[in-house]
């Protein structure tokens, strides 16, 4: 049973609402344990509304409350004669009879698990409870009350800063957009970017007409240390953009030695390390902290964003910064947009306070997990086809396969998609013109594998499909050689 702490201490449930909660928490095993006995062709069949009555020992009157309140946040439907049914949420029958094309390219959240209805429950309350902020403009820095919850919350992922340091921003992107204009101490001007890179970064800064420097990390040597401490010392890099979680697109993450040696270089050069912790929520393994617990220097500047645990269009980012970058950040973030809404910040607000966020991210965090275990079974299944072989074991959402070279890309994206796959490539996370793709020596050409938009069931299907087409091309390849 949940325990949701609206306003101050944990409020009393009535008995239609520990009902209702029972049962949306009995739907959640029905769709995870596949139990198909309360299954028919509508989907999940809710209990009848007398045996639910008797179960709790309560009236009838009681029980139809409890399916009112679910279906008032879209979680039940009623069909007369027939009883109430489960809304699907992305898992059990939607899955198993997905018609969709595979999407392996698409790095959304899934849509089939948005928290639509917990969600706009909390925008109502934050109407009712914040009605005397929500039409005014909010602080430079975001709404306090969200940002004192922050505060608590960033603490369980290892980042312990000041209500000053924490800016609320129009998602990471507006973030990223003032760090790239303002003025650091020291006046230097260069952004370094990782080779490859988050996609919208190097647009970003060519768009901002901000100098672009880069340095190659690869799946199996990571960073190229020599590059990078050369530019570092050459003086004119303002910050580097890096993720050390879960990297964008290649999908590995740095170890806690790597971490060390790269603020001990950010520290010896004075360049600031903007660290994006995109995907910090999916992370399970209590030995991954961010850089930010590391950093002794104040050198690191910490991204997160709501948009892959949640849905992309709440827009609600947060910053935290060295004490001393905190003044110049809030004058260019106050120069792009004025404030964040305050709605969507009231909302998130209520939903972390709730206990709604602990519990939809626990779940998001199973649900890809299982997944990316069936990728990882997969590529084990096959150990001497060399693209399987040699991707990383990654967790979060994303892997990558490194492609053989000469590997004619376009075709092999053209057959797969005539097979039901959408699939990508890592050519469009290098910037424009810093590198002939694919061709320089020490650019992989890889495929970048997504499992956010793709029903487990049909996981092992689809990694069939791109193993049969790679082999194909390479075997047509070898016989034109030998022509």
């Known amino acids: 049973m949940y325990r949701y702490n609206f306003g101050k201490g944990v409020v009393t449930l009535k008995k239609y609402e520990k009902i209702a909660l029972a049962l949306q928490e009995w739907i959640q095993e029905q769709m995870i344990r596949q139990d198909r006995r309360n299954w028919d062709e509508k989907g999940i069949r809710l209990p009848a509304v007398r045996t639910v009555a008797k179960q709790y020992q309560c009236s009838i009157s009681t029980v139809i409350r409890a399916y009112e309140w679910l279906e008032h946040r879209h979680l039940v439907y009623a069909i007369p004669q027939s009883g109430y049914y489960a809304v699907q949420n992305g898992t059990g029958a939607q899955d198993m009879d997905w018609q969709e094309p595979l999407d392996f390219a698409s790095a959304a959240p899934d849509p089939r698990v948005f928290p639509y209805a917990d969600f706009r429950h909390c925008m109502d309350l934050a109407m009712r409870q914040k009605q005397d902020e929500l039409f005014l403009y909010g602080t430079q820095q975001g709404l306090p009350s969200l940002i004192a919850l922050l505060q608590k919350q960033f603490a369980d992922y290892q980042v312990f800063a000041g209500a000053e340091q924490f800016f609320i921003t129009s998602g990471v992107q507006q973030a990223l957009a003032a760090l790239a204009l303002m003025t650091f101490p020291g006046g230097k001007t260069k952004v370094m970017v990782e080779l490859p890179t988050y996609h919208n970064m190097p647009t970003l800064l060519e768009s901002l007409r901000v100098p672009i420097a880069g340095v190659r990390r690869t799946l199996v040597e990571g960073l190229d240390w020599d590059s990078l401490e050369r530019q570092f010392a050459e003086g004119d890099i303002k910050f580097f953009y890096v993720m050390p979680r879960f990297q964008n697109p290649i999908g590995t993450s740095m170890t806690a030695v790597e971490k060390k040696r790269l603020l001990r270089l950010a520290q010896r050069y004075d360049v600031y390390l903007?660290?994006?912790?995109?995907?910090?929520?999916?992370?399970d393994s209590a030995r991954q902290d961010p850089l930010w617990s590391y950093d002794t220097h104040e050198r690191v500047i910490y991204l997160k964003s709501y948009s892959k645990i949640l849905f992309p269009g709440l827009r609600i980012g947060v910053t935290v910064l060295p004490s001393a970058l905190v003044?110049?950040?809030?004058?260019?973030?106050?120069?792009?947009?004025?404030?964040?809404?305050?709605?969507?910040?009231?909302?998130?607000?209520?939903?972390?306070?709730?206990?709604?966020?602990?519990?939809?991210?626990?779940?998001?965090?199973?649900?890809?997990?299982?997944?990316?275990?069936?990728?990882h079974e997969q590529l084990a299944t096959h150990p001497d086809f060399a693209p399987f072989r040699d991707a990383p074991r990654t967790g979060g959402e994303h892997t990558v396969l490194p492609l053989p070279l000469g590997m004619p890309v376009s075709t092999l994206i053209s057959r797969l998609e005539n097979r039901g796959i959408l699939a990508d490539t890592t050519e469009r996370y290098y910037p424009s013109g810093m590198v002939e793709r694919g061709r320089e020596p020490g650019i992989e050409t890889m495929l970048r594998l997504n499992i956010s938009n793709v029903p487990k069931q049909r996981i092992e299907e689809g990694m069939q499909k791109i193993r049969e087409e790679i082999s194909r091309l390479q075997l047509k390849s070898q016989r034109e050689g030998m022509e």
């Open 274 to 283: 903007v660290e994006d912790d995109y995907l910090a929520d999916l992370e």
């Open 327 to 375: 003044s110049g950040f809030g004058l260019y973030k106050r120069m792009l947009d004025i404030d964040t809404s305050v709605l969507s910040q009231a909302a998130l607000e209520v939903y972390i306070h709730s206990g709604m966020f602990a519990h939809h991210r626990k779940t998001i965090r199973s649900r890809y997990a299982s997944r990316m275990q069936v990728v």
